[in-house]
């Protein structure tokens, strides 16, 4: 995913996949889950669905809160997202002609997957490839998370696309290993080094040209195509209310005032609470949702006092941060941490 395109639509493979880790290994139910996260319940059926990426965020956040003691689920959770499921995209890279570019397409199109890091391809000598990530603004338990579902989500995808082949020469993650690598470890053939410098997916002399078995020069330009227009269609067509909330997200120090918030949208301020009112809303709502969200965020970590936390979303005094928190969820944020704890520790 890209912070910068959050109104891309995805398909619910992620979030199916997270449910049902919840329910058959967390013993969590779907609804209780959404509902204690704050995020919106998404409904599940036998029609697949299409979520923005914002709501997959918010959905992958919560999801990591609600396991953060079972952190062996990640990289099992990874290893089932598989290529096709990955709707336009995945039939982009199914049908690329060679692995080296199936996966440019993959890190060309990054707003229509579900990673929080950003993967770089890096061409080497003799057909080598590598895959360099980097990821910004995530809180250590989100880097954490993403790096191990990542771990099984690209092996499942290079498996996928290669027909159960992976020519990898070495993995390299910027975490400490998952508790249970040592039953994980059998899914590599290479070495996977972990607290590395950077996170690498180094491929083997001639990978970048191994042909894949579906390649199809006329459908890899038809789905392409159709990845492209998805990608601009999300960045034209998305509200302001919609760029105000991404923005916002993205803060994690000092909230936008309203003329800031005008100017980053290149909009008057006058023009930026009027464009929100004809969307429902109003800028100092949309401070306290940001607010709101990020203090829940803050207070899942134990190590943070509700001192730093109210300097952190934006309050000089922590009675003024208490009041607030309590006029936004109905309890105060001491009992709010200690009910989520208590969740986590059932969970686990």
């Not at 979520?51 to 689920?73: G, K, Y």
């Not at 199914?94 to 996966?103: D, P, Q």
């Not at 134990?302 to 309890?331: C, D, L, N, Q, Y």
């Not at 704890?341 to 969970?347: I, P, S, T, Y």
Request: glycine fraction near 6%; aromatic fraction near 8%; hydrophobic fraction near 40%.
């Amino acid at each position: 995913m890209d912070s910068n395109a959050l109104y891309a639509t995805l398909p619910d493979l992620s979030a199916r996949i997270m449910r049902h880790a919840l329910v058959s290994e967390a013993k969590i139910d779907w609804d209780d889950f959404c509902r204690s996260s704050h995020v919106r319940p998404v409904r599940f059926d036998d029609q697949a669905r299409e979520l923005l990426a914002q709501e997959e965020m918010l959905l992958q956040r919560a999801f990591a809160d609600c396991t953060a003691n079972a952190r062996n689920i990640w990289f099992d959770v990874g290893l089932r997202y598989r290529s096709i499921k990955y709707g336009e995209l995945g039939l982009a890279m199914m049908t690329a002609r060679t692995l080296g570019e199936a996966l440019q397409i993959a890190c060309r199109c990054q707003s229509l997957t579900y990673s929080l890091i950003h993967y770089r391809y890096a061409a080497g000598p003799n057909g080598a490839f590598a895959l360099i990530g980097s990821c910004d603004k995530l809180s250590d338990q989100m880097h954490v998370f993403t790096h191990y579902r990542d771990l099984g989500a690209i092996r499942t995808l290079v498996a996928d696309l290669m027909g159960g082949e992976l020519p990898l020469e070495r993995v390299t993650l910027t975490t400490p290993p998952p508790p249970d690598w040592a039953r994980l470890r059998r899914y590599f053939s290479c070495p996977v080094e972990f607290n590395a410098d950077q996170t690498q997916w180094i491929f083997l002399p001639g990978a970048a040209n191994l042909p894949l078995p579906l390649a199809d020069s006329d459908l890899v330009m038809h789905y392409t195509a159709r990845c492209d227009s998805m990608m601009q269609r999300a960045r034209d067509d998305s509200t302001i209310k919609g760029r105000l909330a991404a923005r916002l997200s993205r803060n994690d120090s000092e909230f936008l005032t309203a003329s800031e918030a005008a100017r980053m949208l290149a909009l008057s301020e006058r023009t930026l609470h009027r464009r929100l009112a004809e969307e429902g809303t109003r800028f100092s709502a949309m401070v306290d949702e940001a607010r709101y969200s990020r203090a829940r965020e803050l207070l899942m970590d134990g190590h943070m006092t509700i001192e730093r936390i109210a300097s952190a979303v934006g309050f000089a005094e922590p009675s003024s941060f208490s009041r607030a928190f309590k006029r936004w969820s109905g309890k105060g944020a001491l009992e709010y941490r200690r009910q989520m704890q208590g969740k986590n520790e059932r969970a686990a």
